[in-house]
């Protein structure tokens, strides 16, 4: 007997810049915890990313042959952040960002830089991506079959468009989406996609890929749920960096937030929250309509009506739809908030008294009781431990639907897909350059 093919599993990392650590959090619970009551290693087939999750999940693929250190190795490195050694926030950085916000245009990029504009200098940044994700892994990876594909999605400058590159084990045909916003890319991904998928507007430079600029992904698409379903997602489990107030949150917070209106950072660090963390709520929208329509048209025609339909979907979009299952995990506390208490609280790792005097009054600059623009910049170990401490607790919280979302994945439902697998080694299929793409989109 055939064992059926296991439903293949998506992870979908959004962004929010050091907001990150919090999915750090969430990859630490889903190796060191949740495989005690699974008995098995939860898969991970597709990882897609943008800003900040193209960092984690690049970070995930290289590491995919070695699950039982993956999440060690993950959160020593957020734990081991120093912001002064990341950022630029001395005397001359913060004439430089003064200087950039009055219209004075940045000076030329240096012969050979890949980077450009930005009021922060973040080379530490760059080369702590460079340095702590190890990039070689990937194509291992790949090689092996660990998991079958990669996707990072970054903003082109010149066009706006969403670029969404893609390291896999097997091509994706023309066609994958007729999106006239969105463009995908066969890539061997690297430092460079990464970096400009987490360049945060005006705050970081833009990154140069092949003679273009690129910026942070975010802008466009910061939860890739749609590529993930394109490279063959039949599940999702999604992280998103924004916490959902309740009515009384507000109201406690509304008589501050008017008082910090006028404040320019305060409106900075709301239109950061805008262009980057309100997606998700819309994408998530659009998929569960997709699937109550699918139900629906089930019930009244029968099971050929999504096969009835997908025929004509084929023909206009390039692409079937399918009813897709999803696991939202989101921050159960404000994280600007928390911010705003780590920094009144003086936890952050400084030793240079000018950085600790600017960051304070970066905080003064926002509300009393929110830090949200803090809440991207603040690249600090202390922070990440308490946002990874966040994000375990989450994840934890929903152990039950995690546990069903991942259990039809046991080793046992595993069975075919391996030894398809061994089959299209055996006839020197094999993993193409993992500059190919993946499965043919499906929504």
């Not at 950039?100 to 009021?119: A, K, N, V």
């Not at 463009?183 to 400009?196: E, M, T």
């Not at 008017?258 to 819309?282: C, I, Q, R, W």
């Not at 206009?316 to 208490?341: K, Y």
Request: hydrophobic content about 45%; proline content about 7%.
């Amino acid at each position: 007997m055939v064992t059926p093919a296991r439903p293949r599993v998506g992870f979908v990392l959004s962004g929010g810049g050091s907001r990150g650590a919090y999915e750090a959090g969430i990859i630490q619970y889903l190796r060191d915890d949740l495989p005690r009551r699974l008995g098995f290693q939860p898969p991970i087939d597709i990882v897609t990313g943008t800003s900040v999750g193209a960092i984690n999940a690049s970070f995930l693929a290289a590491t995919m042959d070695d699950l039982p250190t993956q999440a060690q190795r993950l959160t020593s490195a957020w734990r081991a952040l120093r912001i002064e050694e990341l950022i630029g926030l001395g005397a001359r950085d913060a004439w430089r960002a003064v200087t950039s916000l009055l219209g004075r245009e940045p000076p030329p990029p240096d012969p050979g830089s890949f980077r450009y504009g930005g009021i922060l200098d973040t080379s530490g940044l760059e080369r702590f991506v460079i340095k702590n994700i190890p990039w070689r892994g990937i194509d291992r990876a790949l090689r092996k079959r660990a998991f079958s594909s990669i996707a990072v999605s970054a903003t082109h400058v010149g066009s706006g468009h969403t670029v969404v590159f893609i390291s896999a084990c097997d091509p994706v045909p023309p066609g994958w989406s007729r999106d006239p916003f969105v463009r995908h890319r066969a890539a061997r991904i690297g430092p460079r996609h990464v970096l400009a998928s987490a360049a945060i507007p005006l705050l970081f430079p833009s990154v140069k890929i092949g003679g273009e600029f690129y910026t942070d992904g975010g802008l466009r698409q910061n939860t890739p749920m749609s590529p993930a379903i394109r490279l063959g997602a039949d599940r999702l489990l999604l992280v998103s960096l924004r916490h959902i107030t309740t009515p009384a949150e507000d109201a406690a917070l509304a008589a501050e937030r008017l008082g910090a209106y006028p404040k320019p950072l305060f409106l900075v660090g709301k239109a950061l929250n805008a262009l980057m963390l309100d997606h998700t709520e819309y994408d998530l929208d659009r998929m569960n309509r997709l699937n109550a329509i699918l139900a629906a048209g089930q019930a009244a025609f029968g099971p050929e009506f999504v096969e009835v339909m997908n025929r004509e979907l084929v023909r206009l979009r390039g692409a079937p739809i399918r009813p897709i299952e999803a696991v939202h995990i989101r921050p159960s506390i404000d994280i600007g908030q928390i911010a705003a208490e780590f920094v009144a609280a003086g936890k952050i790792i400084v030793t240079s008294r000018l950085t600790r005097k600017l960051i304070a009054r970066l905080a003064e600059g926002e509300s009393r009781r929110e830090n949200d623009l803090l809440s991207y910049l603040l690249f600090d170990g202390n922070w990440a431990s308490e946002l990874i401490a966040l994000g375990r607790r989450d994840a934890a919280a929903q152990e039950e639907q995690l546990l069903r979302f991942f259990e039809p994945c046991a080793p046992s439902a595993r069975r075919a897909d391996d030894q398809a697998d061994r089959a299209r080694e055996d006839d020197g299929a094999g993993v193409s350059g993992a500059t190919a793409q993946a499965l043919a989109g499906r929504r």
